[in-house]
């Protein structure tokens, strides 16, 4: 009772700063500076207040944003200030990188080897998820090319090192000259595959090399899968273990969220100015708008082309998805996920396969939102970006989307990752961060989603879906 008055109350401390705030913004009313500022810091107050009532991250994260706007526009100097603690934040999330996909990637390769007992099925799922995550991909970079969302931000202020140079090979630039400018394009391609090739893993893990990280462990994984049981399950359990361990790891860290994302956010509207907000608003608008997309263009056909009962199944999955908006975690929403499906009447051996390898590899929602959320940030940085270059980025997506954890803001691995691999700035991203939670629940929603509908198409597929116990989804 006592929560809900306190939520009451800074709903109403919201409703009258953004009114003031629309009034001066639009010249309707002369409103002094000093009342803006102290209605803002009354709200702070009251957000902090109602944060320390819930005692729950998502809010905490979601309050230090708005703080952090606060510091960024009326301490200004202050919020600059603040800076080195967004970039640790950056650096912590960093060195899960090459743990996390060395052991999911062999785990999920390794760890269902027996290609005898799972036959059929084991193909006809990555064949459906390779074709769900890269229609995403493509969803996403036409979204964030039609918005532009990240186009005009003013990055003119950003100190010098913060935007990366991209390094050039000395050796590739000497025999490029030799080489008339109609092979330029083949040289660079076969340049690109050579280099995702890793020398030595443990230079990669340090360069935060992920291509070279995910090639070596789907390498390793596919010789540990031909390995006799009797050795190769020491490390597959070594594997499911660091895994674990690292999900844990990210959860840590993730304690360390609110202060990364306030710091982020003041730093960011500090130094920047508050326009920033419009753009990173838009990203939003943009993610929500492609993930609609995706589920009219892609998710809603599939389903009519099995026949699904639609409304049934909207049924059966609500409260999983409901789990996953609520605490933008895949996981949490597992157990529910399964069972719905297993009512629903999809065979227990389906399930329990499709879904936990979808969790790795048919994440449509991260996917959707990794191929947006790169080209925003090369956007934001006033990069070009040739279609090509795009292209490039979006494979490379292909496959490190693979990888990616079904934990909260795991996909700003990935990013940061993928960011550093083609030079474009990971300053922006510490902005994305600030908004992020908002993007998560989305995102996560949909993996879900997608993740659901896969076990009926694989069930449909191999002619083992039960509708006559569909009747007990209701229940």
């Not at 490379?396 to 960011?419: C, E, Q, W, Y």
Request: aromatic share 10%.
């Amino acid at each position: 009772m006592k929560q809900s008055r306190v939520g009451l109350i800074t709903l109403m401390f919201i409703t009258v700063a953004v009114f003031l705030g629309v009034l001066k913004d639009f010249n309707i009313l002369a409103i002094p500076d000093n009342i803006m500022m102290a209605t803002r810091w009354v709200l702070a107050l009251e957000l902090v207040i109602y944060a320390l009532m819930k005692k729950n991250l998502t809010t905490w994260i979601l309050v230090c944003m708005v703080l952090g706007v606060f510091i960024g526009i009326d301490y200004p100097h202050v919020a600059v200030a603040l800076q080195p603690l967004s970039k640790g934040f950056i650096k912590l999330v960093k060195t899960i990188v090459g743990p996390i996909l060395f052991a999911t990637l062999v785990y999920g390769i390794a760890g269902h080897s027996d290609l005898k007992q799972v036959g059929r099925m084991a193909w006809k799922s990555m064949a459906y998820f390779y074709f769900a995550t890269t229609i995403a991909l493509f969803i996403g970079l036409a979204a964030i090319n039609l918005s532009q969302a990240g186009t005009g931000v003013n990055i003119e202020n950003m100190p010098h090192n913060e935007l990366p140079k991209p390094v050039k090979d000395l050796a590739d630039e000497s025999i490029l000259q030799t080489l008339p400018d109609n092979v330029h394009w083949l040289y660079k391609t076969l340049a690109f595959f050579r280099n995702i090739f890793p020398e030595n893993i443990a230079k990669s893990i340090y360069d935060a090399q992920i291509l070279q990280i995910v090639i070596f462990s789907i390498i390793f994984g596919i010789g540990l899968a031909m390995v006799d049981e009797k050795k190769r399950k020491p490390m597959v359990d070594f594997c499911e273990s660091l895994s674990e361990t690292m999900f844990k790891f990210t959860n840590v860290i993730m304690y360390f969220a609110p202060i990364g994302v306030g710091a982020a956010m003041a730093y960011t509207v500090g130094h920047m100015g508050v326009d920033i907000l419009k753009h990173l608003f838009m990203l939003v608008a943009t993610l929500y708008a492609a993930l609609f997309a995706f589920i009219l263009l892609v998710l809603l056909p599939v389903a009519l082309y099995i026949k699904l009962p639609i409304k049934k199944f909207i049924n059966a999955i609500k409260e999983p998805v409901s789990i996953a908006f609520a605490t933008t975690s895949s996981d949490a929403a597992l157990p529910k996920a399964m069972s719905a499906m297993e009512k629903f009447g999809v065979p227990r051996k389906i399930v329990s396969f499709v879904i936990p390898t979808g969790y790795s590899f048919n994440l449509d929602g991260t996917t959707l939102y990794l191929s947006l959320a790169s080209i925003f940030v090369a956007q934001a940085a006033g990069m070009h970006l040739s279609f090509g270059e795009q292209l490039m980025i979006v494979f490379t997506l292909m496959i490190t989307s693979k990888g990616v954890a079904a934990i909260p803001r795991a996909s700003l691995i990935i990013l940061i990752a993928t960011a550093d691999q083609f030079g474009l700035p990971t300053f922006i991203i510490a902005a994305i961060l600030g908004i992020d939670e908002l993007m998560d629940m989305g995102r996560t929603s949909l993996n879900v989603i997608g993740n659901c509908l896969a076990t009926v198409v694989i069930a449909k597929w191999e002619g083992e879906y039960n509708p006559d116990s569909v009747e007990t989804a209701e229940a």
